[in-house]
Nanobody
């Protein structure tokens, strides 16, 4: 059974940092591209960033570039999103995702809430 389980969300103040995690199981994590998305209140879900299977290559949305960092630990089947200099507009439910491949469908996690507020 495939599972993507996000954790680590919570309430932080503007300017603070937070790291959220996505633990994967049931598919070959170490050879899978992984992505973070978020859905802000009243907005469509949007792509935040991606990381290659090896972790060497990352890409980010302009809105988070230079503040957010995606990493992964293939030995732990876990992806991370380090979020620094958080702003109220970063408040959202954050989802991890892996795109479909030739051998399996796309998968989504259930999401974790991040709230940035003073």
């Amino acid at each position: 059974q495939v599972q993507l389980v996000e954790s680590g969300g919570g309430l932080v103040q503007p300017g603070e940092s937070l790291r959220i995690s996505c633990e994967a199981s049931g598919f070959e994590f170490s050879i899978s591209t992984m992505r973070w998305y978020r859905q802000r209140p009243g907005k469509e879900r949007e792509w935040v960033g991606s990381i290659s299977d090896s972790g060497v290559a990352t890409n980010y949305a302009d809105s988070v570039k230079d503040r957010f960092t995606i990493s992964r630990d293939n030995a732990k089947n876990t992806m991370y999103l380090q979020m620094n200099s958080l702003k109220p507009k970063d408040t959202a439910v954050y989802y991890c995702n892996t795109p479909r491949t030739w051998s399996r469908p796309e998968y989504w996690g259930q999401g974790t809430q991040v709230t940035v507020s003073s």
